[in-house]
């Protein structure tokens, strides 16, 4: 089979990179599990925090709100985010807090957010009411529809395995089929190195780190859908509703080979530990537990560009903990800098994602 483009990698990268470029070129994505969207991409907060991120990948959320506000009626939906911290750690406080650009708020209103807070052990609380449940899995499968209908051939149960190239065009073996295409994005999550490394593609140095999550009853028979997104300071845990039960993570954040991720007992108990500290309700009962992996590039921006030594190799990786709320800005300049169009980012953004940077 021949295309213009292959993208390795069924999560949002590649789904949403295949939703932008699929309308002017022929597009092909080749994922190895049975359904899209089975890794780090099934495995997310589903958040969507402007100010979360180092200043590049912020300019990526700011580039994408207004997507994620409008696209399909409208992908947001208002949570709120809210920072405590304990009576010795008000220096962390005021400076995480200027950080997500919170307001600090008294204990009263905290507790009017959140009752379960503990006066003994919660001192410090800062809020914002601009921080939004995205809506992740229609946000993937939009992306996925989106580029089926412009043509592009989306193969799931297609684990890539080889990568050869011979006279400009890329032979990539995948499922038992073999695929060529002038272009090849490597769009593949926490085996980003490693699929480029079978290309023959020098590897950037990504780092997979494993992140854990707990699903919980609701505190207390709370009613908790209006409680906030809720983060301890120095990411020592957070917490948030779902679909009327709580889920609360430890923020771990351990390096790992790239694998299909689980939560560990151990780490998962001393979260929970560090988060009833803060809370009048133990927990008693965890309904159900996961763990993804989160993957950085050494400087924790996304990469975005060709490679500078094979430019028909683009990268597409380092997602780390803000895939969704970057990929539409993400997907966007992956079209632009393929289809030779000027980015709508500035250009010190585009610099900043620009493999390149790692020369
Ligand atoms: C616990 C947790 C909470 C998070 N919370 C948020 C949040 O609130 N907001 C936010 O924006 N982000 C969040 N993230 C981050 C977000 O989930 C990731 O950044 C995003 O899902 C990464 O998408 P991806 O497509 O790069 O990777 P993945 O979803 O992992 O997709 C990569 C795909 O490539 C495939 N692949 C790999 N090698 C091959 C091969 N050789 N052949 C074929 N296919 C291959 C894999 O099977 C995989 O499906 C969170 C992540 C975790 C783990």
């Not at 809720?230 to 790239?258: C, F, H, L, R, T």
Request: glycine letters at 8%.
């Amino acid at each position: 089979m021949t295309t213009d483009i292959l993208i390795i990698g069924g999560g949002i990268a590649g789904l949403s990179a295949a939703a932008t470029l699929s309308p002017h070129a022929s597009v092909t994505l080749l994922e190895t599990e049975d359904a899209l969207g089975y890794h780090a991409s099934g495995r997310s907060a589903a958040m969507f925090l402007r100010d979360y991120g180092n200043d590049v990948v912020r300019a990526l959320n700011y580039a994408s709100a207004e997507h994620h506000a409008v696209t399909d009626g409208g992908m947001l939906s208002a949570r709120g985010m809210m920072l405590v911290a304990r009576p010795d750690q008000y220096d962390d406080f005021k400076t995480q807090h200027a950080g997500f650009d919170l307001q600090e708020i008294s204990m009263e209103e905290a507790l009017s957010h959140v009752p379960i807070l503990n006066r003994e052990t919660c001192a410090y609380a800062a809020y914002r009411a601009d921080a939004y449940d995205l809506d992740a899995d229609r946000l993937l499968q939009t992306f996925a529809a989106e580029a089926r209908r412009a043509g592009a051939k989306i193969l799931t149960k297609s684990p890539v395995t080889t990568i050869t190239k011979s006279d400009g065009v890329w032979q990539v073996t995948a499922g038992g089929q073999i695929h060529s295409a002038t272009t090849l994005i490597n769009a593949s999550g926490a085996w980003v190195d490693e699929n480029a490394a079978l290309a023959g593609i020098s590897p950037l140095g990504f780092q997979p780190y494993r992140r854990s999550m707990a699903r919980i009853p609701a505190p207390g028979g709370h009613d908790v859908r209006t409680w906030p997104f809720m983060i301890s300071v120095n990411d020592q845990w957070y917490a948030k509703p779902d679909a009327g039960k709580w889920i609360v993570s430890p923020s771990d954040e351990d390096p790992v080979d790239p694998h299909d991720a689980w939560a560990d007992d151990m780490v998962l108990a001393e979260g929970l530990a560090r988060y009833e500290e803060m809370v009048t309700q133990p927990v008693t009962r965890l309904e159900t537990s996961w763990a993804g992996l989160r993957t950085f590039a050494p400087d924790r921006a996304l990469v975005i560009g060709r490679d500078t030594v094979d430019p028909t190799f683009f990268w597409l990786g380092g997602q780390g903990g803000y895939g969704f709320q970057t990929a539409p800005a993400a997907s966007r300049l992956t079209a632009d800098l393929l289809l030779g169009r000027t980015p709508e980012l500035d250009a010190k953004t585009v610099a900043a994602l620009d493999p390149a940077r790692f020369d």
